[in-house]
């Protein structure tokens, strides 16, 4: 089969953790007799350094044409980097909004998965983490607050910031039944998250969240406020399946979560619309502190390539094949810095690709 893929190495350690990512690819195609062909875009503040804007209309039409998207990640460090001098509509992240909203990619898998092999970093106490869990968050990626109006402005001396929070039902239902799909192939439970108590945005959400819900009696729903989720997800995880939710309290969450896991470094995502199409990146950011060291773990965006595998190629076995390989380099000892413990071999980014490389042949 051919698969045409579009990367976008980005910013700071991004263009180390996609090299990884595509010569994982290269094993699988090998093996089980596909072909890759990639096209690289700029994103980001790579974007912005050649052609002064984050994403150029040339980058979102070469990424529409393709069938799926690789992305490492975008953006520097804030306080020191000349990217953040710049307009907010012409910094680094809002490349990232353009493109999610261009290609219309409304829902956002974010899973969180505590490894056994990394049990240990899990910060929460061994009462709590040794009941594993392994749950999704599937995050509404192209409304509410991120893409409502906004504006600032001065009257009588006082400034003042306007975000506005809107959803039509049409919004919610797509992303619920994604939600329900995929909890359908899960444990069939979904959690969908609100502000219900104060909010009329939340209140239409439970609605429509309700009405999707009788198309899926196998599936148990129930609702919980956004604080209380908050709470729970370092009280008790293992309660969580599907947690769905509207796209800032998913942008929260799914932090708290993948902090939870205590190893970010392994966390990927997926943001798709309602083709096959989607974009797979790692849920950590460009880490620009490291950048170009060989100390990033390319693992989260490995598994982001095994997610492509799946839900844009139905590609299981060769999906199935990374996340084993993955598996095994953990229980054979190996360990980027960021998830080192002891008794284990500390390798770079390189080396740990060529270590799942290794698992796939
Ligand atoms: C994320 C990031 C982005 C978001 C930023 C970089 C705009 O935090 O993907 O979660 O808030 O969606
Ligand atoms: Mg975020």
């Not at 995050?139 to 409502?148: A, D, H, M």
């Not at 104060?198 to 309700?210: G, N, T």
Request: glycine content about 8%; aromatic content about 6%; proline content about 4%.
């Amino acid at each position: 089969m051919e698969l045409k893929i579009t990367c976008i190495p980005g910013d700071g350690i991004g263009p180390e953790i996609v090299a990884e990512a595509k010569k994982t690819l290269d094993a699988v195609a090998l093996k089980y007799g596909h072909d890759m062909k990639y096209t690289d875009i700029l994103m980001g503040g790579a974007s912005i350094d050649v052609h002064g804007v984050p994403l150029t209309d040339e980058a979102v039409e070469t990424a529409r044409r393709a069938d799926a998207v690789l992305m490492g990640s975008i953006g520097g460090d804030t306080t020191t980097s000349p990217w953040y001098k710049l307009a907010p509509n012409l910094r680094p992240e809002a490349g990232l909004l353009a493109i999610r909203k261009a290609l219309n990619l409304f829902a956002n898998l974010r899973p969180a998965v505590l490894y056994e092999e990394l049990a240990g970093a899990c910060p929460l106490k061994a009462e709590i983490s040794e009941k594993g869990f392994d749950m999704l968050i599937m995050r509404e990626l192209t409304g509410g607050l991120y893409f409502g109006e906004r504006r600032t402005t001065e009257e009588n001396g006082v400034r003042k910031a306007v975000d506005t929070l809107t959803y039509d039902e049409k919004e919610i239902r797509r992303i619920a039944i994604k939600g329900f799909d995929i909890a359908r192939k899960r444990k069939k439970k979904v959690t969908s998250v609100d502000k219900a108590n104060v909010l009329d945005s939340s209140r239409l959400w439970r609605a429509v969240v309700e009405e999707v819900a009788k198309d899926y009696p196998d599936v148990t729903l129930e609702h919980m406020l956004v604080d209380n989720c908050a709470m729970q997800l370092v009280k008790d995880p293992a309660q969580f399946d599907v947690i769905l939710t509207e796209n800032m309290f998913g942008d929260i969450l799914s932090d708290e979560a993948s902090m939870v896991t205590g190893s970010i470094g392994m966390l990927a995502s997926a943001s798709l619309n309602d083709t096959k199409f989607g974009l797979y990146e790692p849920s950590h950011g460009s880490a620009p502190d490291i950048a170009g060291k060989d100390l990033a773990n390319p693992i989260a965006t490995i598994l982001s390539a095994s997610m492509m595998l799946r839900y844009s190629f139905d590609l299981d076995k060769e999906a199935d094949a990374i996340d084993n390989a993955v598996k095994q380099v953990l229980k054979d000892g190996y360990r980027t810095g960021d998830i080192m413990s002891e008794g284990c071999t500390q390798v770079g980014c390189k080396k740990m690709g060529d270590l799942i490389v290794e698992r796939i042949q």
